[in-house]
């Protein structure tokens, strides 16, 4: 027995009551999926546009933000990140829920489009309360996919989440808008459309389907669309040029993204003939996800012709449907020219496949399947019963694939197991361990990954600085000359070379190592630092005592730098400066004791006694286990009577 159908028509309350239900029920099932990752930490790119980006200290300066990074060239998600530092600083909190707010937002929206979109009848002039059924479960299966976690659970990701949510606002106006709105509307789908291109590239898209979805839907043709709305279509396309602004601004995106990224356009062109059918598959069959496939995609030629047949299939099916069936054919279009900015020919070298490209063109396949399923079901019980089965399914596995960005370590691990070939994974694996003192541990990984990219600068230098934390200075002076042939004006790499040698004994050699360095970037104040030592080595005292002043002058809260500089001081016999720089030591780590201790022993030396005294109590205070501050005041104390010298 079946169950009945839904009636073709429903009073006006029972409509807005159903949706209430179905709204509250979409939030409820992000907040369930998404809501036990708020306290996931940073990871990989969150650590440049959020943790180490400046701008977003002050809400004034958050509309020009650094390049390099993530959101360079986006001043509205840079603001977005301004916010949520007003708030929790850099507890990132704040961010996760911000992101699962918009994604939220995101799917209402896309429940709006969808069931006013059935109303049209191009789109079959479905009855409100099928419509509903049918919208309801489109927005649940998007929202809920594993594919999308990517663009919520990864905080710097916002870009493609809020994005969407703004191309989404755009085309829900223009329909309200052409549905017989008002002109605040339009006003509202161009301001949507002005805000999603300070946000991210590929909202450059949103007017043409806009202008295609109008064609399809409700005008019938494109001279009858730019009849009725071409005032509009056209305010939409003048966010073209500010999108254009921001775009050169950028400089492509410093380097990573256009024809002079250094990826030759048919390269990456042969790469997204895979890359898209994975992205379908994926679609399907949610697994494995990565987090990070690294910067190339490996496949046999006879991999790439099928993926480019597959596509080219898409394409001309698309077309086809276009002119025969334009509300199915809508959707083919959707898909393709929504990918069409990051996955086509123009290169993206930092992302040859990314999960987070399908965040909109995910709602294509959402409708396609939920409007295969109403069609070979009807809209009855049954259908909204599978509909759940599916979401519930869906959601417990966008659940455990949150927990993967709880943290770095569990981030990497993940894209290690599954993309063994990712050099970068390994790399990074070793960086976390690095930062933990675990540098024998760290080895093994950076290891790994010049195992499978042997060319691998960054690797090469990473190992240096774990083998000369271990004490292997010869092996780490091999890993930085090789990391200096990809990297050779990277001044980070010679003073790493520079402390190898240091190290083996060889302080000239450091030295010339340390002064390239400083050629590179002369407010390196670590070099200067590191200069200062191998001059000490060398015997050349008053160089060494350039070269800590230098790092002083370039970094006043240098602790370390002024207490090498006392200590040279003192050796020349400057006693006065001395002091001076052991006081300003002192007053940036008051909690000191060797230097209060030395300091003691520059005052004894030149018959403050009172003053030495005080220093040498002070140290023992701090640590009452100080034996050469206790001998020191012992001697102190004989000298005083008269008895021995300190």
Not at 305 to 322: H, K, S
Request: hydrophobic fraction near 50%; proline fraction near 5%; include cysteine.
């Amino acid at each position: 027995m079946t169950a009945p159908s839904m009636p073709d028509a429903a009073p006006a309350s029972d409509l807005r009551s159903t949706l209430a239900l179905c709204s509250t029920g979409i939030v409820l099932a992000v907040a369930a999926a998404y809501s036990h990752g708020l306290g996931g930490a940073f990871l990989f790119d969150d650590l440049d546009s959020i943790v180490g980006n400046p701008t977003i200290r002050h809400l004034g300066g958050a509309l020009f933000p650094p390049g390099g990074a993530t959101v360079s060239g986006r001043p509205l998600l840079n603001l977005s990140f301004a916010l949520n530092y007003a708030v929790s600083g850099t507890a990132p909190w704040s961010y996760h829920a911000l992101n699962l707010a918009i994604h939220a937002a995101a799917a209402l929206v896309l429940f709006g489009i969808v069931r006013r979109t059935l109303e049209f009848p191009a789109a079959g002039s479905r009855p409100p309360m099928e419509g509903v059924a049918v919208a309801f479960a489109v927005s649940l299966l998007w929202a809920l996919h594993p594919l999308q976690t990517e663009s919520v659970a990864y905080v710097v990701q916002r870009a493609e989440s809020l994005m969407g949510l703004l191309y989404l606002l755009t085309l829900y106006a223009f329909i309200r808008f052409a549905q017989g709105g008002t002109t605040a509307w339009a006003y509202a789908s161009f301001a949507s459309c002005l805000l999603g291109v300070a946000t991210k590239e590929v909202m450059a898209t949103a007017p043409l389907v806009v202008f295609l979805y109008d064609r399809c839907f409700a005008a019938g043709s494109f001279r009858e669309a730019w009849a009725r709305r071409g005032a509009l279509h056209l305010s939409l396309a003048a966010c073209w040029v500010p999108l254009a602004v921001l775009v050169a601004h950028t400089q492509g995106r410093a380097g990573t993204a256009g024809f002079a990224s250094g990826v030759p356009w048919w390269t990456y062109l042969l790469a997204q003939m895979q890359a898209i059918p994975h992205y379908l598959r994926l679609a399907a069959w949610p697994s494995p996800l990565v987090g990070d496939y690294g910067r190339t995609l490996a496949g046999s030629p006879l991999a790439v012709a099928a993926g480019a047949c597959l596509v080219a299939a898409l394409a001309a099916g698309t077309w086809l449907l276009l002119v025969r069936r334009p509300a199915l054919g809508f959707l083919g279009a959707w898909l393709l020219v929504v990918l069409a900015p990051s996955s086509s020919f123009v290169p993206v070298a930092t992302e040859i496949v990314a999960e987070h490209r399908m965040y909109l063109p995910l709602a294509a396949l959402a409708a396609l399947a939920a409007l295969g399923l109403q069609a070979w079901l009807g809209a009855t019980r049954l259908f909204l019963a599978c509909v759940f089965l599916v979401a519930a399914l869906l959601g417990a596995l966008t659940a455990a694939r949150v927990r993967v960005y709880a943290g770095p370590v569990a981030f990497w691990s993940d894209v290690a197991s599954k993309v063994p070939g990712n050099a970068g994974a390994w790399n990074n694996l070793g960086v976390i361990l690095a930062a933990r003192g675990e540098h024998q541990a760290a080895t093994a990984y950076f290891r790994r990954a010049l195992e499978r990219a042997p060319a691998y600068a960054t690797a090469h230098f990473n190992l240096g600085k774990s083998l000369s934390a271990t004490g292997h200075a010869a092996d780490a002076a091999v890993e930085f000359r090789e990391a200096l042939r990809a990297l050779p004006g990277d001044p980070s790499v010679h003073r790493g070379l520079g402390n190898a040698l240091a190290l083996q004994g060889r302080a000239a050699a450091a030295a010339a190592e340390y002064r390239e360095a400083i050629r590179l970037d002369p407010g390196r104040a670590d070099a200067w630092f590191d200069l200062g030592e191998a001059m000490v080595d060398l015997g050349d005292l008053p160089r060494a005592s350039e070269a800590y002043a230098s790092a002083v002058r370039l970094s006043p809260g240098y602790a370390e730098a002024r207490v090498s500089l006392a200590n040279v001081l003192v050796q020349l016999g400057r006693g006065d400066d001395a002091v001076e720089a052991y006081r300003a030591a002192l007053r940036l780590e008051p909690g000191a004791a060797d230097v209060h201790n030395n300091l003691g022993s520059l005052y004894a030396g030149m018959g403050r006694f009172t003053e030495a005294r005080a220093e040498f109590e002070k140290a023992l205070q701090l640590r009452p286990d100080y034996a050469d501050a206790r001998d020191n005041l012992a001697r102190l104390g004989a000298l005083e009577a008269g008895r021995g010298r300190p």
